[in-house]
């Protein structure tokens, strides 16, 4: 059954110090008035133009294995690849902060005004990534109220374009999730319109499942091992 959430801004409201770490600027860094006052406009744009909305459809290990192998372009060996027979449930999801966030980003890069821009991007971005771990932990919740009742389960997302999962995969994942509803279109480039979306598949399986050994080709590029940050808080649970 696909179900839509919609979400408010305020529970997706990025924290100041992820917007300045999607920025560049250290966690102790002393900040300038100029920097801390686009912060400020960053936040106030972002809560008047954010209309956080989510789609999720539970999906069956067998329908997942042909959205997984989508174009055929994905590394042959992957975290999601190996994990997702392991699963108990699955779930495709997309969400989105809507289009006018986008187009307010757009508009301010169009009218030269870059430090605001690039303020306003970064802190959508974080909300994005915050609206996509709100979905997460909702889909968790409702499990855990149900019949999943599995002892140290963990529940994890993982997007196409990422460790691994060729971008190529959105396709798929949209034949079979259907996000237009809640207003994301695909490029021809894979990206998704209204930029400031994520989807990808929520995992929930034993919470071991996810504590795949970071020894695939690509991880010796890879400079932010984020899934080791995700299964530190995992595992904090
Ligand atoms: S180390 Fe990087 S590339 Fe490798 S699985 Fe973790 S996040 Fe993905």
Redesign the pocket.
């Known amino acids: 059954m696909t179900e839509v959430l919609e979400l408010s801004p305020d529970e997706v409201r990025p924290e100041r110090h992820d917007v300045f770490e999607n920025q560049g600027i250290p966690l102790d860094a002393a900040v300038s008035p100029q920097i801390a006052r686009l912060y400020s406009q960053a936040e106030i744009i972002l809560a008047d133009t954010a209309a956080p909305v989510g789609v999720l459809c539970e999906i069956s290990r067998s329908d997942f294995a042909i959205v997984y192998r989508g174009e055929g372009r994905n590394e042959p060996n992957?975290?999601v690849g190996d994990i997702f027979e392991l699963a108990d449930r699955l779930a495709l999801f997309t969400v989105t902060l809507g289009a006018e966030t986008s187009a307010e980003i757009a508009r301010r890069f169009d009218a030269n005004d870059f430090a605001l821009a690039c303020m306003l991007d970064s802190a959508a971005s974080v909300a994005a990534d915050k609206t996509a771990d709100l979905l997460e932990r909702r889909y968790a919740d409702s499990l855990r109220r149900g019949e999943w009742q599995r002892e140290n389960g963990g529940v994890l997302r993982y997007s196409p374009g990422?460790?691994?999962w060729h971008i190529s995969g959105q396709r798929k994942l949209f034949e079979f999730l259907r996000p237009e509803q809640i207003g994301v279109t695909l490029r021809d480039s894979f990206l998704m319109e209204p930029l400031k979306s994520v989807s990808g598949v929520i995992v929930a399986g034993p919470r071991e499942i996810h504590n795949?050994p970071?020894t695939?080709g690509?991880?010796k590029?890879?400079?932010?091992?984020?899934?080791?940050q995700r299964l530190r808080a995992l595992f904090a649970d």
């Open positions: 992957t975290p990422y460790c691994g795949f970071i695939y690509f991880c590029q890879c400079e932010t091992r984020s899934c080791r």
